[in-house]
């Protein structure tokens, strides 16, 4: 039997706060640019950096780990789509595009974070792999095959190593020592020298 009163109101809590996710997230961004490991990202000093209540913070994410997933997941940016250009000038737009973006002060300062706890937090690693570099490799990858069917590279070359022989320099100079500029027309600089290498022979 029922009493026949009508069921009551679902609860609701305050609805999340946009202003306030973002702050959290760019206080992880900046602790970290300025140094700070995961180790050393407490929820409380996040707090303090963000401006808000920690309970601000555990409403959003249970722990630590889940909140830099987020912080990885905010780095994403698109790929811009092929331009028809050469395979030349799509090669050097791409890694442009890396040089301006991918490896950017912060976004360098993530990557090395991340690999410095790869062991220990796989699941940070796997979902930078997945946020942050696919994308990008597979977008470097279709060039490349474009330029073996058209002639313009080798086609007895191995794809992946030759991925990363365009994308190892900037890699090399924002992981390893982050006092080294990425100057206006690497990109250019090093498509060229390694097409050099690769190109097809007479």
Not at 4 to 22: K, L, Q, V, Y
Not at 49 to 71: C, I, M, N, Q, S
Not at 112 to 122: D, E, G, I, W, Y
Not at 179 to 198: F, H, N, R
């Amino acid at each position: 039997m029922t009493s026949g009163r009508a069921p009551a109101p679902e609860r609701r809590g305050r609805p999340r706060s946009a202003a306030a996710d973002r702050a959290i997230i760019e206080a992880v961004l900046r602790l970290i640019e300025e140094g700070a490991g995961i180790g050393e990202l407490a929820m409380e000093r996040i707090a303090r950096e963000a401006g808000v209540g920690k309970a601000t913070v555990y409403r959003r994410w249970p722990g630590r780990d889940a909140l830099f997933l987020d912080v990885i997941r905010s780095l994403e940016e698109e790929v811009p789509p092929p331009g028809g250009g050469s395979v030349r000038d799509e090669l050097v737009r791409l890694l442009e595009f890396l040089r301006r973006h991918g490896l950017a002060k912060r976004h360098s300062a993530v990557l090395r974070t991340v690999l410095t706890h790869v062991q220990a937090q796989p699941a940070v690693w796997r979902e930078y792999q997945e946020t942050v570099m696919r994308a990008r490799r597979e977008a470097l990858l279709a060039v490349l095959r474009r330029g073996m069917a058209g002639g313009d590279i080798r086609a007895d070359r191995d794809l992946d190593v030759l991925a990363d022989l365009f994308i190892g320099p900037m890699l090399s100079r924002a992981l390893l020592d982050a006092s080294k500029a990425l100057p206006d027309g690497l990109a250019e600089q090093i498509v060229d020298t390694v097409l050099e290498g690769v190109r097809q022979g007479p």
